[in-house]
């Protein structure tokens, strides 16, 4: 690897960052827009000179530290690693749908990684504190209203356990769909500046290593084993975990979209399928691990 900085390149490319970086600190709501792009100048740096790029992060984050805003800091420095994850991949002609999920996977572990960092040193309120707040709040209009129980409080648990064993698989979704927008958007970008990108195969073509589900049943597993007093190793697992599940529920969209595709369904019918699926996630994840694992399409073809 070459050592030498292009001097042009970097300045373009801190000047960019910086300026997203200014514009999310004074206007929060317009990061909507502007994150699905921030990744464009460094992915393009890490595939032409990564010299190049060292030097960009280096001062983009040091311009960020002087903001004095953690919260900002922590949006760069994961973006700028869903960066290196993209320009990586396509530096390895890896397809767009692995590039989606793998990616997808990163920056899961690492968005779940920073809340609980920012959960541990006080930046961000704990999910049991949220939930306990609206908890009270919830009872205090139950008791105004003269209707609360113990039948209404074991219904208004039951549902809050559910909500708060829920966030992690809502900031996978929400990753998921940044990072989807992310490619469509940057990616005939990065092909204006020469840079080969690959395009979406159909989603019946997609296909999950068997890995996958080896590593599904080692985290299932532990978690059989895995107590809340463990704090470090239970959010590990648990959130890895949730990670899987919806690698292995993209994959059984894959195969209900195969089977409509032979069957030749209609459009309705197969919305309906896939409507189905959302609703009853644990049979969808059973045909997920089990397309893996003994590759249910090649039946379906046949």
């Given at each position: 690897?070459?050592?030498?900085?292009?001097?042009?390149?970097?300045?373009?490319?801190?000047?960019?960052?910086?300026?997203?970086?200014?514009?999310?600190?004074?206007?929060?709501?317009?990061?909507?827009?502007?994150?699905?792009?921030?990744?464009?100048?460094?992915?393009?740096?890490?595939?032409?000179?990564?010299?190049?790029?060292?030097?960009?992060?280096?001062?983009?984050?040091?311009?960020?530290?002087?903001?004095?805003?953690?919260?900002?800091?922590?949006?760069?420095?994961?973006?700028?690693?869903?960066?290196?994850?993209?320009?990586?991949?396509?530096?390895?002609?890896?397809?767009?749908?692995?590039?989606?999920?793998?990616?997808?996977?990163?920056?899961?572990?690492?968005?779940?990684?920073?809340?609980?960092?920012?959960?541990?040193?006080?930046?961000?309120?704990?999910?049991?504190?949220?939930?306990?707040?609206?908890?009270?709040?919830?009872?205090?209009?139950?008791?105004?209203?003269?209707?609360?129980?113990?039948?209404?409080?074991?219904?208004?648990?039951?549902?809050?356990?559910?909500?708060?064993?829920?966030?992690?698989?809502?900031?996978?979704f929400w990753v998921f769909l940044l990072v989807?927008?992310?490619?469509?958007?940057?990616?005939?970008?990065?092909?204006?500046?020469?840079?080969?990108?690959?395009?979406?195969?159909?989603?019946?073509?997609?296909?999950?290593?068997?890995?996958?589900?080896?590593?599904?049943?080692?985290?299932v597993l532990m978690s059989l084993f895995v107590?809340?007093?463990?704090?470090?190793?239970?959010?590990?697992?648990?959130?890895?975990?949730?990670?899987?599940?919806?690698?292995?529920?993209i994959q059984a969209l894959s195969l209900f979209?195969?089977?409509?595709?032979?069957?030749?369904?209609?459009?309705?019918?197969?919305?309906?399928?896939?409507?189905?699926?959302?609703?009853?996630?644990?049979?969808?994840?059973?045909?997920?691990?089990?397309?893996?694992?003994?590759?249910?399409?090649?039946?379906?073809?046949?």
């Amino acid at each position: 690897m070459s050592f030498k900085v292009d001097i042009k390149a970097t300045i373009v490319a801190t000047i960019l960052l910086a300026l997203c970086m200014v514009i999310i600190n004074f206007v929060p709501i317009l990061a909507i827009i502007i994150l699905p792009f921030v990744t464009v100048p460094a992915t393009i740096l890490w595939y032409r000179s990564k010299p190049s790029f060292f030097v960009t992060v280096v001062v983009t984050l040091c311009v960020t530290v002087l903001f004095s805003n953690v919260y900002l800091l922590t949006i760069m420095a994961l973006m700028i690693f869903m960066s290196v994850f993209i320009g990586q991949l396509l530096i390895e002609r890896t397809s767009k749908e692995r590039i989606l999920y793998l990616v997808t996977a990163f920056m899961s572990i690492l968005t779940i990684g920073s809340v609980l960092i920012l959960q541990i040193v006080g930046k961000l309120p704990l999910a049991s504190e949220l939930i306990s707040r609206y908890h009270d709040l919830v009872v205090s209009y139950f008791e105004m209203g003269g209707t609360f129980n113990s039948d209404v409080e074991k219904t208004l648990q039951a549902s809050l356990d559910i909500l708060q064993a829920s966030i992690p698989g809502y900031i996978i979704f929400w990753v998921f769909l940044l990072v989807l927008v992310n490619i469509v958007v940057t990616f005939p970008i990065l092909r204006k500046f020469k840079i080969a990108t690959p395009v979406f195969r159909p989603l019946f073509m997609w296909q999950i290593n068997r890995s996958v589900v080896s590593v599904f049943v080692v985290v299932v597993l532990m978690s059989l084993f895995v107590t809340k007093e463990n704090v470090v190793l239970y959010g590990i697992v648990t959130n890895l975990q949730y990670v899987l599940e919806w690698v292995i529920f993209i994959q059984a969209l894959s195969l209900f979209h195969l089977f409509v595709k032979v069957k030749k369904l209609p459009i309705v019918v197969a919305v309906l399928i896939f409507i189905i699926a959302f609703i009853f996630k644990p049979i969808a994840y059973l045909f997920g691990l089990m397309d893996i694992w003994f590759n249910l399409k090649q039946r379906i073809k046949k």
